[in-house]
DNA sequence: TATTGTTATACTCTATAACTATA
DNA sequence: TATAGTTATAGAGTATAACAATA
């Protein structure tokens, strides 16, 4: 009969950094396909619920508080404002004040409850652990680096 | 006096994946760093550690390992061959096995000694808390979909 | 001088589709 | 019919540089 075929040896497994990364890209395309329904992306998401939560926030201190640059969060912002979602109101001559307009916060109610279904559905992979710990450990690595992103 | 600024409400600091996503793009940052004066990006780094521990896979091995789609797999197979880090050995007539050259394999160790000092300042970011149930809950976010990247 | 917003651009990673050759 | 490898291509996310307007 065939031989079995030798299991690959995994020297990965082990790294914090591999474990993250596989991790990530998992579970940001269940969100995409969580998302895509309503027509959002995961970045229009966070910026949709960030500004539901902080009216008026400008981009840059969006960008900043979601590290997403200046140059990037311009055709974010350009895209969310031409699809009715937000609106830019200058509070002086060169900061616009994002707000959610009605269409915005309807979706961004469709969107937590979306976010709320697939996050429930990977807390549940924990088992036992409470997620808790987990997200303290993440916010720990990233504040290595907390401007990274800006 | 000015007013205060009022602190931006972060609505996502307690979803898994908002976390898991940006602790990723810090540590595979960091990464990077530490692996560029190696000339070695985080990919070919866990390809040229992964043909080490397993001489002869085949690269769909590799890949479906790796979470490497075959399309991405062989222009990086080719980019290892070129540098004279991998060698590739027919086993039939469609498949190649890689193993690594004497300079393959001392360029992965170079790699390994500085993957490790890159880890180990993550870890020391958890403090009292062991990398252990980390790596854990990150390998059963994974297994929610395995096949990710294949 | 520093900050805000914008545009242009490039690089990396990931993805699908189509093709050839072989099992 | 399925698998291995390749090529071409497209989509996101992230990055720098340069610019105009404003603080």
Chains 1, 2 share one sequence.
Do not use: C, W
């Not at 950094?17 to 995961?42: F, K, N, T, W």
Request: aromatic share 2%; proline share 9%.
């Amino acid at each position: 009969m065939a031989d079995p075929l030798p299991p690959v040896v995994d020297p990965l497994a082990g790294l914090i950094g591999y474990q993250l990364r596989r991790a990530s890209v998992v579970m940001m395309a269940d969100l995409a396909e969580a998302l895509a329904p309503h027509g959002l992306r995961p970045g229009e998401v966070t910026a949709l619920l960030t500004i539901a939560a902080n009216p008026a926030i400008t981009q840059s201190e969006l960008g900043r508080h979601l590290g997403i640059k200046r140059a990037n969060m311009a055709p974010l912002a350009a895209t969310l404002a031409a699809r009715g979602l937000i609106d830019r109101t200058p509070v002086d001559g060169r900061s616009h004040g994002l707000t959610l307009t009605a269409a915005g916060a309807a979706l961004a109610d469709r969107a937590r409850a979306a976010v709320a279904v697939h996050e429930a559905r990977f807390a549940a992979a924990l088992g036992d652990q409470p997620p808790g710990p987990l997200i303290a450990a993440l916010a720990a690595i990233r504040a290595i680096d907390p401007d990274r992103g800006e």
